[in-house]
């Protein structure tokens, strides 16, 4: 036996069934009696379930209103004028004044809205070190390479969160109050912030580091804030269950959006009178405009939505099933008429012999 007839034996897969392929298997053969019914029923099925979809979508009610504030637009046209020249000063407020003629049903959602903002953006979605934001005192101390040039401030202290998404953090805030009568006073709808993000975020993802002498902000100590923060992360919130990296808004935040424009969850409207949603009336929402965004032309949206049994309103979804039945049920029809003209081609060769 040759060297290389031994070296092909050693690679040689073994004589079994399995190696060999030689296991008993189906192979089906799809033949018009099969193929044409599996057509029809899965284009039948994609479409009822894109008409209940699409009409399930539209039955969702939306109230939105842009408050970027460009000329003419409204009251936030001052604070947008600021923000086309330089960044807008603190506590510059505006209002939206709307009205309900009937009962807005719940539960109610309040978003805001972006667009023209790529967080998708690859440079961006990477500006992040989620060690640091995991509490890990190390990373608190020494920011990864990725948020560069968000790592450390000129003085060479950390940041901390550190990276471009945390810098770019949206910090606009809102209030809605609720004028039952004509005339009357208005009452502050209460906003439910708790429980706006995934609850994988907040309590696996991100953790604040160990307190230090009881202190979040000792443990914090020998780091800064972002360049475009005003406080430090540990102020985020008065309430110690909703500060640092487990504050909701900056959870929400930081998980970053697939498209260029997309709505991110403020508050929900579901406690005392208004469980059942928002009743008719006038209402008021007072803006705190913050947040610029005409440098990039973008705008800002306050959106009020409820839901459904299929989440929020998304169109897209029902008519992509639409299509992908109607696509179904016509393959169907194209195949039946082939089969038919061929068969009986078939037919008459068959009568001819």
Not at 220 to 232: D, E, K, L, M, S
Not at 245 to 272: C, E, H, S
Request: aromatic residues 14%; hydrophobic residues 35%; glycine residues 8%.
């Amino acid at each position: 036996m040759t060297w290389s007839a031994t070296a092909r034996g050693a690679h040689q897969p073994d004589n079994t069934a399995f190696t060999q392929q030689r296991l008993p298997a189906w192979q089906p053969l799809l033949s018009a009696s099969i193929a044409l019914p599996l057509f029809f029923c899965a284009g039948l099925a994609f479409i009822g379930l894109g008409l209940g979809l699409f009409y399930s979508s539209n039955g969702i009610k939306e109230l939105e209103y842009d408050y970027t504030g460009n000329p003419g637009t409204g009251n936030c046209s001052a604070c947008a004028l600021a923000d086309q020249y330089r960044a807008p000063p603190l506590r510059c407020s505006c209002a939206w004044y709307f009205s309900l003629p009937e009962l807005f049903p719940g539960p109610v959602y309040l978003y805001y809205e972006l667009t023209n903002f790529y967080q998708n953006n690859r440079r961006y979605s990477v500006s992040r070190d989620d060690t640091q934001l995991s509490g890990l005192p190390s990373a608190l101390r020494h920011p990864a390479n990725e948020c560069a040039p968000y790592q450390r401030r000129a003085s060479g202290l950390p940041i901390a969160p550190c990276g471009a998404i945390a810098n770019s953090l949206f910090n606009d805030s809102f209030s809605l109050w609720h004028q039952r009568q004509p005339g009357g006073p208005y009452v502050e709808v209460p906003l439910d912030r708790t429980g706006i993000a995934w609850w994988t975020d907040c309590h696996v993802k991100f953790r604040n580091p160990p307190l230090v002498n009881g202190s979040l902000a000792l443990a914090f100590h020998g780091t800064a804030p972002p360049p475009n923060w005003p406080r430090p992360v540990y102020e985020l919130s008065p309430d110690p269950n909703n500060t640092g990296f487990i504050n909701q808004d900056f959870v929400v935040w930081m998980r970053t959006a697939a498209l260029p424009t997309f709505r991110k969850l403020y508050a929900r409207i579901r406690q005392g009178n208004y469980s059942t949603g928002l009743p008719r009336g006038s209402y008021i929402v007072n803006i705190t405009y913050n947040y610029p965004v005409r440098a990039f032309g973008g705008h800002k949206l306050i959106v009020f939505s409820n839901i459904s049994w299929m989440g929020g309103k998304n169109p897209f979804l029902g008519i992509a099933y639409l299509v992908v039945g109607s696509l179904c049920i016509l393959m169907g029809f194209v195949m039946l008429v082939v089969y038919i003209r061929y068969q009986d081609q078939n037919d008459e060769d068959e009568d001819e012999e």
